[in-house]
């Protein structure tokens, strides 16, 4: 089993920045990829970004949606089991709850979700 706790989102303004984590502890792989997906009101969880790890090599894979691309990080720091989303230059429509994945072979985990609210 593997557990996943996430950080607390907030309140943020239009070009505010905020820092995510997901902190994963149990029975992970070598091999593993984690992703921050979102889901606004009345929308599909969509994946925001991913990271693919494998032991703590520098084998770092990153993938971003379109809609974050140059704005939002995806970064992990391996001595605390945490994986990070580093949203900058927020906008109203990032506004939705924030979910933490890990997949491992065929089984995948989710965090509970923190909202983040992004408005002046």
């Known amino acids: 089993q593997v557990r996943l706790v996430q950080s607390r989102g907030g309140l943020v303004q239009p070009g505010g920045s905020l820092r995510l984590g997901c902190a994963a502890s149990?029975?992970?792989?070598?091999?593993?990829?984690v992703g921050w997906y979102r889901q606004g009101p009345g929308s599909q969880r969509d994946l925001v970004a991913s990271?693919?790890?494998?032991?703590?090599?520098?084998?770092?894979?990153?993938t971003y949606a379109d809609f974050v691309k140059g704005r939002f990080t995806i970064s992990r720091d391996n001595a605390k089991n945490t994986v990070y989303l580093q949203m900058n230059s927020l906008r109203p429509e990032d506004t939705a709850v924030y979910y933490c994945?890990?997949?491992?072979?065929?089984?995948?985990?989710w965090g509970l979700g923190t909202q983040v609210t992004v408005s002046s």
């Open positions: 149990g029975d992970i792989s070598s091999l593993f990829v």
């Open positions: 990271i693919v790890i494998r032991d703590t090599a520098d084998y770092d894979r990153t």
């Open positions: 994945n890990l997949r491992q072979g065929s089984t995948e985990y």
